[in-house]
């Protein structure tokens, strides 16, 4: 079983940065490959990017390529989105998940955190 648990989010102008974090309980979560979604009111869920387990695969939407990255800490159970360059059109609930298995852009993960609001103003 994995816990996660995202922090990070806020409000940022056009231009600015975010730095968004998700902890994980469970011993084992070093052997997941991790994504980040986001969700806009009346939006469909929206995949962001991914990172296997040993952070040695990344994969990011068209996007946010070059604007975002993603890390991975497994000694502190954590995983990082650092934002920048952030539009207004990058407002949205973001979520981070957990997944047994390899890099996907398909929300199928088993493990998913609740969320934290990034808003970005003009």
């Known amino acids: 079983q994995v816990q996660l648990v995202e922090s990070g989010g806020g409000l940022a102008q056009a231009g600015g940065s975010l730095r968004l974090s998700c902890a994980a309980s469970?011993?084992?979560?070093?052997?997941?490959?991790v994504g980040w979604f986001r969700q806009a009111p009346g939006k469909e869920r929206e995949f962001v990017s991914s990172?296997?387990?040993?952070?040695?695969?990344?994969d990011y939407a068209d996007s946010v390529k070059g604007r975002f990255t993603i890390s991975r800490d497994n000694a502190k159970n954590g995983v990082y989105l650092q934002m920048n360059s952030l539009k207004p059109e990058d407002t949205a609930v973001y979520l981070c998940?957990?997944?047994?298995?390899?890099?996907?852009?398909?929300?199928?993960?088993?493990?998913w955190g609740r969320g934290t609001q990034v808003t970005v103003s003009s």
């Open positions: 990172i296997s387990w040993n952070g040695a695969y990344t």
């Open positions: 469970g011993r084992t979560f070093s052997a997941y490959a």
């Open positions: 998940a957990a997944r047994d298995g390899s890099l996907t852009r398909r929300p199928d993960y088993n493990y």
